[in-house]
């Protein structure tokens, strides 16, 4: 058997176990290991393999990296009254803002890494299994003993609406720098960095600087008001801030009353380093930013509302996905976020059901443009 003939029968192992052992090939292929390591150095040299690795061409990740925990949902089953009782439903899923992402891309079909901290309980292991089962890539994972997984729970009046949240994410704190330095090889193969502000502000600044430094394109996705003080005063590193308009505010240290408002905020944040920016606004629509300077609106659909729960992460997903795809169009990005939000928002689960490869690929009659802003905007 020629050396060329071993070399292309070792990829071939590869690509249908990137896991595999330099051990278990050499057993396979009755070679050395370091034999092996020669080859798979050669494979290397060729970029048919990127990394240690073994991550392929054409199999690179999107990274993942926040919160992942144990969403409980309390539906109310009347109209809600304040101070007393209220009649209830209760429902369990899996949640966390990148784990819904890093769920919604899975079912999408995109090959998904996800870096996440959970504690050494049921909900941590179940939901590890979970995402395992979905094809998700947790081996980056920071396991606390003796902590409890992160929770959220919802409080929903009985049109689906959110009325409270409480959230315990005091977990996420321990993705520290030097935790994701830890995870460099991984986080190196990826083609998409996708990361939520439940991570400290240092940790996003190492992301970021780590974006700039390996030419991965790296996408924030905002949680809270609360939490915009997590988004560094430097953003430079940054492909695309995704956050709703009164987070916008929060940054800004200012209201948005208009368009003209609209289009100063957007350029402020941009002027502190970010590439682009999309804002969502609920039922009213999305706007995002133009490589010429401008800002485009596009409305929603109308939907049956039946949970909110879950509707912004599908959307940041689609976005992710879009670009994940070679697209750099965000109006493209931004209707297929708003096809999956609305696919969300009709269904009483996270992450969509019957969400499969093929749900983004027409875009329905929605998402259209809304009429053009006022020319002094679009300067």
Request: hydrophobic share 40%.
């Amino acid at each position: 058997m020629t050396e060329l003939s071993k070399k292309d029968q070792l990829y071939e192992l590869i690509k249908a176990n990137p896991f595999i052992s330099q051990q278990d090939l050499a057993v396979q292929l009755r070679l050395s290991r370091s034999a092996v390591a020669g080859y798979i150095a050669g494979l290397i040299r060729e970029r048919r393999l990127l990394g240690r690795a073994y991550v392929l061409p054409d199999n690179r990740p999107i990274m993942c990296i926040g919160a992942a925990n144990l969403d409980r949902k309390l539906r109310s089953i009347a109209t809600l009254v304040k101070g007393t009782s209220n009649p209830a439903r209760q429902d369990e899923s899996f949640g966390g803002v990148a784990r819904n992402i890093a769920e919604n891309l899975a079912r999408l079909g995109a090959p998904v890494a996800l870096i996440t901290a959970i504690g050494t309980d049921s909900s941590g292991k179940a939901l590890l299994e979970h995402a395992a089962s979905l094809g998700i890539d947790t081996r980056g994972t920071l396991r606390v003993a003796g902590s409890c997984s992160g929770t959220y729970t919802a409080v929903l009046d009985d049109h689906g609406e959110m009325m409270l949240a409480l959230a315990d994410m005091a977990l996420y704190d321990q993705i520290t720098p030097e935790f994701v330095v830890s995870r460099q090889p991984q986080r190196a193969a990826a083609a998409l960095t996708v990361a939520d502000l439940n991570l400290p502000r240092d940790t996003i600044r190492a992301l970021l600087d780590d974006a700039q430094r390996y030419a991965v394109p790296m996408v924030l996705v905002a949680v809270s008001e609360p939490k915009m003080e997590r988004l560094p005063a430097d953003l430079t590193g940054l492909r695309l801030l995704i956050l709703n308009q009164g987070e916008l505010e929060v940054r800004v240290g200012r209201k948005i009353a208009n368009d003209a408002d609209m289009l100063a905020a957007c350029r402020e944040v941009q002027g502190q380093g970010a590439r682009d920016l999309i804002v969502t606004r609920g039922s009213t629509g999305v706007i995002h930013t133009t490589p010429d300077g401008r800002i485009e609106k596009l409305a929603a659909r109308e939907v049956k509302v039946v949970d909110v729960t879950g509707a912004g992460d599908a959307f940041a997903a689609a976005v992710c996905w879009s670009l994940y795809q070679g697209s750099d169009d965000l109006n493209l990005a931004c209707r297929r976020g708003l096809q999956l939000s609305a696919m969300t928002l009709e269904c009483e689960e996270t992450v969509c059901p019957w969400l499969a490869t093929d749900s983004l690929d027409e875009i329905h009659n929605f998402g259209s443009p809304l009429p053009p802003l006022n020319p002094l905007y679009q300067d």
